[in-house]
């Protein structure tokens, strides 16, 4: 599944809410926050087997091109499996309540207290996203 949504408001300070189903046999997915394609503050990208990586969340963000990638050795997802997870911001950093609870977070490189975009990627199927 792909799919973009464009002129969205997310603010520092809300919260988005994603929930879904990963698809069996599933290599990876990412959810891409950001001003547009070009400029991803949050490239967020759990991979099963891809790339090299097995069971970690890469994150990065791209703005003129990638940055350092930023690996998470704790993986809730399963393949075929439901998970939501949430993300809030602030001016200095991404907070991502993963499945199960833990909270991992990656800095706002940017810096920016706005973002307009969002796309999802993989096979994953997203069952909501909400912003509150």
């Not at 891809?50 to 970690?56: E, F, L, R, S």
Request: aromatic share 12%; net charge neutral.
């Amino acid at each position: 599944m792909v799919f973009t949504i464009n002129d969205m408001s997310f603010k520092a300070g809300m919260e988005m809410k994603v929930s879904g189903k990963i698809k069996p046999g599933c290599d990876g997915f990412s959810i891409n926050i950001g001003h547009d394609s070009e400029a991803i503050a949050l490239h967020f990208n759990p991979r099963f087997h891809t790339q090299g990586d097995n069971n970690t969340i890469v994150c990065n963000s791209k703005q003129g091109g990638w940055g350092s990638e930023h690996r998470e050795q704790c993986f809730p997802f399963q393949q075929g499996e439901e998970f939501k997870l949430s993300i809030t911001f602030n001016n200095d950093t991404f907070y991502i309540k993963l499945p199960e609870g833990t909270m991992m977070s990656f800095p706002n490189r940017f810096g920016d207290d706005v973002f307009k975009h969002v796309h999802v990627k993989g096979d994953v199927k997203v069952v909501s996203i909400k912003v509150k």
